[in-house]
């Protein structure tokens, strides 16, 4: 940890294949975690603009914002990978201090 | 490139002082400039409790009453007390977790420049057309109709500020997380250095709340906005709730390191190790968690309704236990310790019976019902002076005797020191014990004047000698502290003989580079465990000796703060004077620009050979 | 010193920008700024939410009166994609193709560009038709909170740009993975808030 250098490695030809093969793969992942990203919102918009109840379609767009930031985090932002414990800890402590904050001044604003 | 130094001229020294990214000199320049508010918010308590002393009287005039008293409130908690704690955490975290120096050592120094901009800022106001008059909590309703610029410069310099702080909290936290040194685990971190964490993310997640808060408060005075004001559908509760969310974990980011400091003091004088490491952790974190769940208890007669204020006053109660804890594990610490009464343990003696006087009419208020009577009385004064006085200020006091050899390599007068204790612990006491009565007795808070034959001249009369006793310690430690700088007698290793930590095991003074080799942490306290085995270097080594890596001084944080000091006069004035847009974009221009060069030059720093090491000695002060 | 090394594609780390301790700080700093700027948000959105509809008597403008699903539906798409870009931007650099993590580091500009046209143009329309930041709470709270996310955006770009240039003659090394790494890891945060911008303020507002 004292001294900031970095060893350089060589991958082998196996190795270098393996690895190029292993992050287009993981680029497919994303192009496909995008079209779900436009998919929920297409539905949400849609929803939205058929005019059905707010009561219904409400928690409805929620979630699916909910599920669309998720992707987001752990696919584009990679939170999936090793090494993130301590971003993820810190990122879930702020959404859960930023709640509470929304969740009062829904409430207790005005009477 | 050897950076060993020389003797310098007047004009380098300053160009150094004024460029340095050093976590140690950077941690003195905290300490001085936050010493230096810590004097002019003393100043301005003088005034109020000579203001208060006698009844109906016209020492101040009420308006410069409201100024006083809002000024000494924001100086000594936003730049007086923050920023001396932090220079302890820059002085002593790195060399606690055997860093190099902290993450970001040019953040560091922007982080300071911003503080210290924003302090002068806010302090201009008093010769530029008067003071912030609306209390250092600035309800919105009061401040957004309180005429002329002081309420902007409170909001204007707050924000400079702020920044620093968020900054300086960011990277305490990657310097925790990243830069402590083999086989210092997280369950092997001294408690400062866990309070200093903790503390951190509480600054992380408080101070944006305020930055939107000062932003509305900002666009509501000078830019026509209406979060405010409700006869443009406003609402003046949200400042208090923004407010609050900032306001009570701050009192925790204050607290905590006090807790800290200590929790290392008792350690060291009763030289026993802290009893119940564990739990205190443990109890930090809990804190700082429920620290932020109670703040709408500061608003309890705002008419939130019974269910809120119900669930309010419980989990406020709750952070009782915790801190209970704490107390139980210092007096645990103390018992059967071999102990030592230096200046430093005298005053963390002291701080227990204040503090858990403070915590114990904490907890009153925290029944609602019962607040409906003690709100905005001088029980309320008394309470929050009991645990900022009684802990915090303690603290920094205990902090200045415990690690002034290790930032300046010189010994402060124990003598001195303790008479210094006596005056300010008694004249603490005579000061503000006697306003929870007055609260009882129903004299209201922030008045600047009363009639007499109320039952208040005599108590009232008593608290402010008790505030000339405080200010005669303090005076005595100004003499302290010019008398060793004067005499300046090297102390040497080690200087108080039973240090446990790594701090205590580097040479003094600490070489700029802090760690020739990095060491090796082989326990809680390491420091006492190598001496236990009789290693007389103190410290084992986790690594051959090799180059240094070592980041280049650097002007910019210095002019990136000024560019927002001049912007801030610029959205002051806005719609007033006709040069008021082009300076603030001139002054956001120079920030921008300094921000710009310091993307588009690579600045790698630079190495210390190892054979510049070898033979190296001391520090570079 | 590491950044003096010329990398091949052999060579390059699996994760360039955590490969020295200076990389591993920035990352992680950064990552700690996202959870503050969390908080940020969340405070503006809670104003927001507190203040929406709220203005003098007899005001005409309410959410459901004032937002077009259409105008909003494209920004979400151009920042959506914008957001792939960036990853194709970030799955190159991974690659060791500097002239790959340009190029769509530059469509991600554009598409950014695009969004921020669209919202100088709602903005415009709504000063236009008396919205102004001075017309009530409501107004106050809605430019301040969706400006606030455009700042972010305006941020972004002027970040993006100034790295573009500044590296197109060093190419890429720890050093400027890195640097390009966090601005991703920005403008996909960008998005996120983003995403709760259209579901709360616009979608939830013209819901009947």
């Known amino acids: 940890m004292g001294h900031d250098t970095h060893v350089v490695v060589a991958k082998n030809k196996t190795q270098y294949e393996y690895a190029r093969r292993k992050r287009s793969q993981t680029m497919q992942m994303q192009v496909v975690t995008f079209a779900i990203m436009i998919f929920l919102t297409f539905i949400a918009f849609a929803a939205v603009a058929a005019g059905m109840s707010a009561y219904y379609v409400g928690p409805v767009i929620l979630l699916l914002a909910a599920i669309q930031v998720v992707?987001?985090?752990?696919?584009?932002?990679?939170?999936?990978?090793k090494g993130h414990n301590m971003p993820a800890f810190f990122l879930y402590s702020g959404a859960l201090f930023g709640f509470t904050f929304v969740i009062t001044f829904l409430t207790i604003v005005w009477w | 490139m050897s950076a060993i130094a020389q003797k310098k001229g007047f004009g380098s020294a300053l160009w150094d002082w004024l460029t340095t990214v050093d976590h140690k000199k950077i941690a003195i320049l905290y300490l001085a400039s936050g010493g230096f508010f810590f004097v002019v918010?003393?100043?301005?308590?003088?005034?109020?409790?000579?203001?208060?002393?006698?009844?109906?009287?016209?020492?101040?005039?009420?308006?410069?009453?409201?100024?006083?008293?809002?000024?000494?409130?924001?100086?000594?908690i936003f730049l007086a007390a923050m920023p001396i704690l932090f220079g302890y955490m820059n002085a002593v975290v790195p060399l606690q977790i055997g860093a190099r120096d902290v993450a970001f050592p040019f953040l560091n120094s922007l982080g300071f420049w911003l503080f210290f901009f924003g302090g002068i800022f806010l302090n201009l106001s008093w010769f530029m057309g008067g003071a912030p008059d609306a209390g250092w909590t600035s309800y919105a309703s009061l401040s957004l109709y309180s005429p002329g610029h002081g309420i902007d410069f409170y909001a204007l310099g707050l924000q400079i500020s702020g920044a620093g702080t968020y900054i300086a909290g960011i990277n305490f936290l990657v310097t925790i997380i990243n830069m402590r040194a083999p086989g210092m685990t997280y369950m092997r971190m001294p408690l400062f250095t866990w309070t200093t964490f903790v503390a951190s993310a509480l600054i992380l997640f408080a101070f944006p709340p305020l930055t939107i808060g000062l932003f509305f408060l900002i666009f509501d005075r000078m830019f026509g906005a209406n979060f405010f004001d409700h006869t443009m559908g406003g609402n003046t509760i949200i400042w208090e709730h923004l407010f609050w969310i900032f306001g009570h974990p701050e009192v925790y980011i204050l607290i905590l390191p006090?807790?800290?400091?200590?929790?290392?003091?008792?350690?060291?004088?009763?030289?026993?190790?802290?009893?119940?490491?564990?739990?205190?952790?443990?109890?930090?974190?809990?804190?700082?968690?429920?620290?932020?769940?109670?703040?709408?208890?500061?608003?309890?007669?705002?008419?939130?309704?019974?269910?809120?204020?119900?669930?309010?006053?419980?989990?406020?109660?709750?952070i009782a236990v915790p801190t209970g804890v704490k107390i139980f594990n210092w007096l645990l610490t103390i018992w059967g310790g071999s102990i030592k009464v230096t200046t430093p343990m005298l005053y963390a003696l002291g701080f227990i019976p204040s503090f858990v006087a403070g915590g114990v009419t904490g907890v009153m208020q925290a029944a609602a019902p019962l607040d409906y009577q003690l709100h905005d009385s001088y029980f309320i004064v008394a309470h929050f002076h009991y645990v900022i006085v009684g802990g915090v200020v303690l603290a920094i006091?205990?902090?200045?005797?415990?690690?002034?050899?290790?930032?300046?390599?010189?010994?402060?007068?124990?003598?001195?020191?303790?008479?210094?204790?006596?005056?300010?612990?008694?004249?603490?006491?005579?000061?503000?014990?006697?306003?929870?009565?007055?609260?009882?007795?129903?004299?209201?808070?922030?008045?600047?004047?009363?009639?007499?034959?109320?039952?208040?001249?005599?108590?009232?009369?008593?608290?402010?000698?008790?505030?000339?006793?405080?200010?005669?310690?303090?005076?005595?430690?100004?003499?302290?502290?010019?008398?060793?700088?004067?005499?300046?007698?090297?102390?040497?290793n080690d200087p108080w003989k039973d240090g446990r930590t790594l701090e205590w095991a580097i040479p003094q003074p600490v070489p700029f580079y802090n760690f020739k080799r990095t060491p090796l942490v082989r326990g809680l306290d390491t420091f006492w465990i190598e001496k236990q085995e009789g290693n007389k270097e103190g410290m084992s080594y986790a690594e051959p000796l090799s180059d240094i890596h070592m980041p280049n001084n650097s002007f910019i944080p210095f002019v990136m703060s000024l560019g927002l000091f001049i912007a801030a006069f610029g959205a002051l004035y806005?719609?007033?004077?006709?040069?008021?847009?082009?300076?603030?974009?001139?002054?956001?221009?120079?920030?921008?620009?300094?921000?710009?060069?310091?993307?588009?030059?690579?600045?790698?720093?630079?190495?210390?050979?190892?054979?510049?090491?070898?033979?190296?000695?001391?520090?570079?002060y | 010193m590491a950044e003096e090394v010329k990398y091949t594609p052999q060579t390059w780390p699996e994760h360039p920008e955590t490969a020295n301790l200076e990389g591993k700080n920035k990352f992680l700093g950064f990552w700690l700024f996202l959870g503050g700027e969390t908080v940020l948000f969340a405070s503006l959105f809670a104003t927001y939410l507190a203040l929406?509809?709220?203005?003098?008597?007899?005001?005409?403008?309410?959410?459901?009166?004032?937002?077009?699903?259409?105008?909003?539906?494209?920004?979400?798409?151009?920042?959506?994609?914008?957001?792939?870009?960036?990853?194709?931007?970030?799955?190159?650099?991974?690659?060791?193709?500097?002239?790959?993590?340009?190029?769509?580091?530059?469509?991600?500009?554009?598409?950014?560009?695009?969004?921020?046209?669209?919202?100088?143009?709602?903005?415009?329309?709504?000063?236009?038709?008396?919205?102004?930041?001075?017309?009530?709470?409501?107004?106050?709270?809605?430019?301040?909170?969706?400006?606030?996310?455009?700042?972010?955006?305006?941020?972004?770009?002027?970040?993006?740009?100034?790295?573009?240039?500044?590296?197109?003659?060093r190419g890429l090394s720890i050093y400027t993975a890195q640097k390009y790494y966090t601005a991703s890891l920005y403008w996909h945060f960008i998005d996120v808030v983003w995403v709760f911008i259209f579901t709360v303020v616009y979608l939830m507002g013209v819901m009947s």
């Not at chain 2, 004047?449 to 303090?474: C, K």
Request: glycine residues 10%.
């Open chain 2, 41 to 76: 918010g003393g100043i301005e308590a003088m005034l109020i409790r000579i203001q208060l002393a006698v009844p109906d009287n016209s020492f101040l005039s009420a308006g410069l009453y409201n100024e006083i008293l809002t000024m000494h409130g924001t100086t000594m």
């Open chain 1, 71 to 81: 992707l987001q985090l752990y696919y584009f932002m990679h939170m999936s990978e």
């Open chain 2, 258 to 318: 006090a807790f800290g400091i200590f929790s290392e003091i008792f350690a060291i004088f009763s030289r026993k190790r802290l009893f119940g490491y564990s739990a205190m952790v443990f109890a930090t974190v809990l804190i700082g968690f429920l620290g932020f769940m109670v703040w709408a208890h500061h608003m309890f007669t705002v008419g939130l309704g019974p269910t809120a204020n119900a669930i309010f006053a419980v989990a406020t109660m709750a």
């Open chain 2, 574 to 620: 806005n719609g007033e004077k006709a040069w008021a847009v082009p300076v603030l974009v001139i002054g956001l221009g120079i920030t921008l620009a300094s921000m710009a060069t310091r993307s588009l030059k690579d600045d790698h720093g630079y190495h210390i050979h190892k054979e510049d090491l070898m033979d190296h000695k001391g520090g570079n």
């Open chain 3, 52 to 169: 929406k509809n709220k203005g003098p008597e007899g005001m005409e403008f309410t959410t459901q009166s004032l937002f077009e699903l259409p105008l909003v539906f494209v920004m979400t798409m151009l920042l959506l994609t914008s957001s792939l870009t960036s990853v194709y931007a970030m799955y190159h650099m991974k690659n060791f193709n500097f002239r790959g993590v340009q190029t769509w580091m530059a469509i991600t500009v554009l598409l950014g560009f695009g969004f921020l046209a669209l919202e100088i143009y709602e903005f415009y329309h709504y000063v236009h038709i008396g919205f102004t930041y001075s017309q009530s709470a409501f107004s106050s709270s809605f430019f301040t909170l969706v400006g606030t996310h455009g700042l972010h955006v305006v941020i972004g770009l002027g970040w993006i740009i100034l790295l573009m240039l500044r590296n197109a003659k």
């Open chain 2, 397 to 492: 006091l205990a902090g200045l005797h415990l690690y002034w050899p290790l930032m300046f390599n010189t010994m402060l007068s124990e003598k001195l020191g303790k008479i210094t204790f006596w005056f300010f612990f008694l004249g603490f006491h005579a000061t503000f014990f006697i306003q929870h009565f007055l609260g009882l007795m129903g004299m209201p808070r922030r008045v600047y004047t009363f009639i007499e034959g109320q039952g208040w001249d005599l108590f009232n009369f008593i608290s402010s000698m008790g505030a000339i006793l405080m200010a005669i310690g303090v005076i005595v430690l100004v003499i302290n502290i010019v008398m060793t700088t004067v005499k300046n007698v090297p102390v040497g």
